[in-house]
């Protein structure tokens, strides 16, 4: 269907801007808004709503005509888990349907009907956050007193290192086996708060800091005991107190899929506890049905890593001392003295799933309001590398770690493989590129998906411990990575910085430990590209409104040029990200945003400070784009 300009404008989303409380209570009255250009031919706008599951239609009044903009509004009362519409426009010779996937000339399916969630208590602080996840290990050595000493143990039958130079390559893990300590540690984050703060962070996400045996410590010996070459429970109160102080809120990280073999419930070789005690040595332990165990005493773990024994959630009492408890895992660490802000949950898709065992959407509800019922701004944020929006409706996560929608699909449209392509022989040598239509579709039908308080605040990343750094790939530019980064914090929701990505930080692209490399604190950091495009969207992304409340709308999809607008009914701005070969002219309508911004002007630098070429004629914003260059313009 071949659009009209006032068609193109039409807009609405569960934000403040469209919905008077986009978190209602039951029984709320709230007020619901459309918006478009100013046009005599429409006839009557109504929102088609779903009330005790039977569709009905409210004729929806129109509110104001500022700024050339059109403001529909009605009210209605909520009572059901979710309140679903769509909206009906009438022109004089057309019917249009409009949901959160765009406008139809057909009755649309209820796939991507908009939704708002009642009783959900958003974590608003996330929605413009600007996280920076730290791998304690190898961030910054605070306190040399508590470090590693060689040999201090052996775990699965490999001793322990201390590493001596901070600055020198992590050995692969054939040779060090994820036990070559550096020294980082949580006095060491302390230190550096200043730096954080000064770079535009808001948010910390830490790797796992509970007591394990290697330096990745997803394979935990106490859930209870931070670890003591961290610094133990004194040094994460300490840690989270002066983050707090300094506006800076903190989220976890653990696996409560699985344990390690060395953890005291499980205790496979009495590394750490003594032998006797546990459930693999000692089938009468209290523990031994939180695992699973065959009657050779063999046992279920995650992917078959036999260092990683699954938890078993059967067990009621597992439930209690992980979950369900005063004193359970997930709610003493949100307790004083500790505060932290919230949990990031590793592997949270494969969690109480194990073949004939299905009990995820059983077990997560549970954990949420567990977590909740302590802290009701927490922030539960789950790993899932997938569309997993079967997980994201206000019940369970409040957030997936957005590979989907956000690292992997930048990297796709930059010419990277796809990471689970990359893996597979037979794909490999496929020469393929994703174009800006594929990323749009992506992108916009994920959301689309979403209730909007969700899609606020989904976790943005590019990078993690888990994937190459996307700035070591030889052949990535430097104007890819603006790119990137431009897309990163200005799409909606919260964005990541891994540690390091700002300091240019090394590393190798064909494993995971090159990914772990230390922070190059010799470095002078600050003068970096990467740091002074960090630190300028990190501020921005914070700065502005369109980043938290703001509207999202698609404008260009066309070849390799993707360019889409954030805004409120006073700001405006541009992302255009390219990955063209040549040199593209575009224009994007910004009439439909209101007359104020289709006002005639020349544009000679954008947001960032980059030359360009753009001005602004007939409500049309007209663009020369060169080659891979992108751009952030402010209207």
Request: net charge negative; aromatic share 14%.
């Amino acid at each position: 269907m071949q659009k009209e300009l006032w068609l193109e404008s039409i807009y609405s989303d569960g934000s403040c801007y469209f919905v008077s409380n986009p978190t209602p209570k039951t029984g709320e009255k709230i007020k619901i808004a459309l918006q478009m250009m100013k046009n005599d031919s429409v006839k009557a706008v109504f929102l088609l709503a779903k009330f005790n599951g039977c569709e009905r239609t409210l004729k929806m009044d129109l509110k104001s005509e500022e700024n050339s903009v059109f403001r529909f509004e009605t009210e209605v009362q909520v009572f059901e888990k979710e309140f679903r519409y769509i909206f009906i426009i009438a022109s004089k010779t057309e019917i249009y349907y409009y949901n959160q996937a765009g406008l139809t000339s057909y009755v649309p399916s209820e796939a991507h009907i908009f939704r708002i969630l009642v009783n959900y208590v958003q974590p608003e602080w996330v929605k413009n956050a600007v996280f920076y996840q730290i791998f304690p290990e190898r961030f910054c050595n605070g306190n040399p007193e508590n470090d590693v000493k060689d040999g201090e143990y052996i775990f699965d039958g490999f001793p322990c290192k201390k590493v001596k130079d901070w600055d020198s390559v992590p050995e692969p893990y054939s040779k060090a086996h994820c036990l070559d300590f550096y020294g980082g540690d949580l006095e060491g984050i302390r230190q550096k708060i200043p730096y954080l703060k000064k770079l535009g962070v808001t948010a910390l996400y830490l790797n796992p800091i509970f007591y394990a045996a290697t330096v990745h410590k997803y394979d935990c010996l106490d859930y209870f005991s931070v670890d003591p070459h961290f610094g133990g429970d004194k040094a994460l109160s300490d840690l989270t107190d002066e983050l707090h102080k300094n506006g800076i809120r903190i989220i976890l990280d653990v696996s409560i899929n699985h344990t390690g073999i060395a953890n005291k419930w499980f205790n496979r070789d009495g590394t750490f506890f003594p032998i006797s005690e546990g459930a693999f040595n000692n089938p009468s332990s209290t523990e031994r049905e939180f695992y699973f165990f065959g009657k050779d005493n063999s046992y279920k773990s995650w992917f078959d890593v036999q260092t990683l024994p699954t938890l078993n959630y059967t067990s009621e009492k597992l439930r209690g001392v992980i979950y369900k408890n005063p004193d359970s895992l997930v709610k003493k660490w949100l307790k004083p003295p500790f505060s932290t802000d919230g949990w990031r949950f590793d592997v949270a898709d494969t969690m109480a799933r194990n073949n004939e065992i299905q009990l995820h959407h059983e077990i997560w509800p549970e954990i949420r309001k567990s977590i909740k019922e302590e802290k009701s701004d927490a922030f539960i944020l789950a790993e899932d590398w997938s569309d997993c929006t079967e997980f994201l409706n206000g019940d369970e996560w409040d957030s997936q770690m957005n590979y989907y929608a956000s690292s992997r699909a930048i990297r796709e449209f930059y010419g990277q493989h796809d990471i689970f392509v990359s893996r597979e022989k037979l794909l490999q040598g496929v020469d393929y590129k994703l174009t800006a239509k594929d990323l749009s579709k992506r992108i916009s039908l994920f959301y689309a998906r979403l209730p909007f308080v969700m899609t606020q605040i989904q976790f943005n990343l590019l990078d993690s411990h888990d994937v190459p750094r996307f700035h070591n790939d030889n052949k990535i530019s430097k104007d890819m990575i603006k790119g990137a980064l431009i897309m990163l914090f200005t799409l909606p929701g919260s964005a990541s910085i891994y540690y390091g990505d700002e300091a240019e930080i090394s590393g190798t692209v064909d494993s995971m430990e090159g990914a772990r490399y230390p922070m190059p604190w010799s470095k002078n950091i600050e003068e970096t590209f990467s740091y002074k495009l960090y630190s300028s969207l990190s501020h921005l992304k914070t700065e502005y409104d369109s980043f938290k409340n703001g509207g999202f709308k698609i404008l260009w999809d066309e070849g390799f040029v993707f360019a889409f607008a954030r805004f409120t009914p006073s700001e405006l701005f541009i992302s255009v990200c390219s990955n063209s070969e040549k040199i593209e002219k575009i224009e994007l309508p910004l009439a439909i945003f209101g007359e104020s911004f289709a006002l005639d002007k020349k544009i000679d630098y954008d947001f960032l400070n980059e030359s360009v070429s753009c001005s602004v004629k007939d409500g049309k914003l007209f663009l020369s784009v060169p080659a891979q260059k992108s751009f952030l313009i402010k209207i």
